[in-house]
């Protein structure tokens, strides 16, 4: 038994359950952390309304070749798809824990103003993940004036 | 060390680190929270008009009167006021603890002063943190054998937080088996004092039941409660408890045979609430919901456990080992299934302080977990669910929408959001910005509920809220589209009470939106074409 103050000697014997014990709990625990290193645990995904649409190579020039892995501002681009039906092309993004999406949609192909067009897009964000995360307001200036100027540059 | 961990001096440096903690966060205001708000709010009734707001029990008189002098003063002036008041916390339980005869009563406050969950609560202004500072001063009073006194202030604290009733009866059942009548008769000053001077007041001697403090069921067909009918998972949970402090897995490895008689009394009442806290709303009884912040008035008891249990620190016997293997596999299972590694990490670093111990170096083994206590407020905090960025998710995008939508000349703001105009006014951002509060169809349910219209008390209280209510307030009868003022900015979180006072059919129809965007909804009187 080891005591704090002075007494008797402390126990070194390494074999009994005050130690062997602790070392299987921090087995237990540090096993749960290599395996999680290793292999994440998916993450719980909401079903999909729609499975995103294909980049059609047009959409790939308007971005100026913007793909996976590609940055942007400080964001890592983590999907590039469309356009879907409705004529948008989304750039999903991500930094650390918090994922949101960038949306090129024709110019007046939607009711609400966007936060910055071109001649000929606009765009929106949304999509939030977590979904009670909250973007800062440097993030979605950046992020939009930065899609923005590429397909201004491509347009 | 030890000489840090058992003189009163180091208690007091550990509440001024537990200040300075809270008041770095007001300079982004972190912990800005509509609960904070709404302590703040009943004491300024209480200063708008005295008599009907402290006999409406919902205010939570005794606190809405500790703060009523400071409250008018302003928002800043009440949440320091409030973290000191609950930085009183760190000395009590010291003192609770050295006279419970720990041998180093500082890491039972050490593990108060970095409770990031109490940080949070003290910064923000939570009724849950004042529990925390009231129960520690009971328990204090309580060992210190002024059991009258212990007895009159938890008789008071049941005003303040309901929940609190638990501690009311263990303290009954001590009492009754130890024969101590006088905490009996402390516990019954205040109801009876209240109760009588309110009969006075409402000239009616059952007020205290006809107008209890809260609803003990939400208003029929309100939306807003549903998703609050859930269980808590256990994901949930342990993302809570290290948020109340880390040191819970220290605790999970406490000797109960090292305890005085009344700390298992204390352990019997923190054992008693958190399993009410979790079954109640799984039963659907009482109306509150699953946040974490209600734990809060275990922390003293946690703390004095986790006291006892590093110092002396004993070496693990079979009992202890089975239940850090336990919780050692729950941290897996919580990261498989949703949860963080935060629990597998804490463990890991309880058994380096653990095999630290064994070796002949208590010291460092308490070193260690002193060290893991201050990860606590920057890393553990998100199970709190405290913080501004998760509880008003929508504020930041709501800054840049009404700049974008506000020219030379600010446009008022109509909202659902209670913290907007607090946020607004402290960050100074958007000045001159009026704003204007979408007071929600329970909300007026519930205040009408709980106020007596015989005696003018309701139409007093709403008198005194119409100076103040996260705003300037728009009741419901007053929210139609031709009231606003024509060049209002509606600024609308999703919640479904809105369409209670706004009527889709009423309102979709009157107005065009500016901005669609997660969870939040920006939108305009419509405007007439040009001819």
Known sequence: MTSESAGPVPDRTWWTVAVLGPLLAGSVAAGGIVWGVLDPPSPVVQAPTAAPAPLTAQARALLGGLSRGDGLVGWSVTAVSGPDDTGAIRVQLRHRALAFSLMLAPKGSRPEPPPVQTEHWAVYYGHVDPPDAALSRNAIRATTNALANLVRAHE | ?531
């Not at chain 2, 209002?488 to 009157?510: G, K, Q």
Request: contains cysteine.
């Open chain 2, 1 to 531: 060390m030890n000489g840090g961990l058992q003189r009163p001096a180091g208690a007091w440096v550990l509440a001024a680190l537990y200040v300075a903690l809270g008041a770095a966060s007001f300079g982004d205001d972190r912990f800005l929270h509509d609960e904070g708000l709404l302590t703040h709010l009943f004491s300024l009734l209480i200063d708008r008009d005295f008599l009907p707001a402290f006999f409406l029990q919902k205010t939570r008189p005794p606190l809405a009167l500790l703060y009523a002098p400071v409250a008018p003063l302003s928002l800043g002036a009440f949440l320091w006021v409030h973290l000191l008041v609950s930085a009183a916390a760190v000395p009590l339980v010291a003192a609770t603890a050295r006279r419970l005869g720990h041998a180093a009563p500082n890491v039972a406050a050490a593990v108060v002063a970095l409770s990031p969950m109490y940080v949070a609560g003290g910064a923000a202004g939570l009724s849950n943190a004042d529990a925390v500072a009231g129960v520690s001063l009971v328990l204090w009073l309580w060992v210190a054998r002024r059991e009258l006194l212990a007895g009159v202030l938890l008789g008071t604290l049941v005003w303040v937080r309901a929940e609190l009733m638990v501690l009311v009866l263990v303290m009954l059942g001590w009492a009754g088996w130890h024969r101590r009548g006088r905490a009996v008769a402390g516990l019954l000053v205040w109801p009876v004092a209240y109760g009588l001077c309110g009969a006075v007041y409402h000239g009616y001697l059952p007020w205290m039941l006809h107008y209890p403090p809260a609803l003990s069921e939400p208003m029929e067909g309100n939306p807003f409660w549903q998703p609050h009918h859930r269980v808590a998972s256990l994901v949930d949970l342990i993302g809570s408890g290290l948020a109340l402090s880390p040191a819970i897995v220290v605790a999970s490895v406490c000797r109960p045979t090292t305890w005085r008689p009344l700390e298992r009394w204390w352990v019997a009442f923190a054992v008693a609430f958190v399993g009410a806290l979790v079954l109640l709303p799984r039963w659907q009884v009482f109306n509150f919901d699953q946040s974490p912040r209600y734990l809060m008035p275990v922390l003293p008891v946690l703390a004095l456990v986790v006291g006892r249990t590093v110092m002396p620190w004993r070496a693990a016997g079979g009992q202890q080992v089975l239940a850090l293997v336990c919780v050692a596999a729950l941290g897996v299972f919580a990261h498989r299934t949703g949860g963080t590694l935060a629990l597998s990490f804490t463990v890991l670093g309880l058994v380096l302080a653990a095999l630290l111990a064994r070796s002949g170096r208590p010291r460092a083994a308490v070193l260690a977990v002193l060290l893991g206590l201050a990860l606590g407020p920057p890393y553990f905090g998100d199970g709190a669910r405290i913080e501004r960025r998760t509880q008003a998710a929508a504020l930041d995008a709501m800054v840049v929408q009404i700049d974008a939508a506000t020219g030379v000349r600010a446009r008022p703001v109509v909202t659902n959001e209670p913290v907007l105009a607090a946020y607004l006014a402290r960050t100074g951002g958007l000045p001159g910005v009026a704003v204007y509060y979408v007071v929600q169809a329970d909300q007026v349910h519930e205040i009408s509920a709980l106020t007596n219209p015989a005696n003018g008390q309701r139409e007093r209280i709403f008198a005194a809220l119409r100076l103040g209510l996260y705003g300037t307030p728009i009741f419901p009868d007053a929210m139609v589209p031709s009231r606003l003022p024509p060049d209002a900015l509606l600024v609308l979180t999703d919640d479904p009470r809105l369409s209670i006072v706004m009527p889709p059919a009423v309102w979709d129809s009157a107005l065009e939106i500016v901005f669609r965007g997660p969870r939040l909804t920006v939108a305009q009187h419509k405007r007439e074409p040009r001819r």
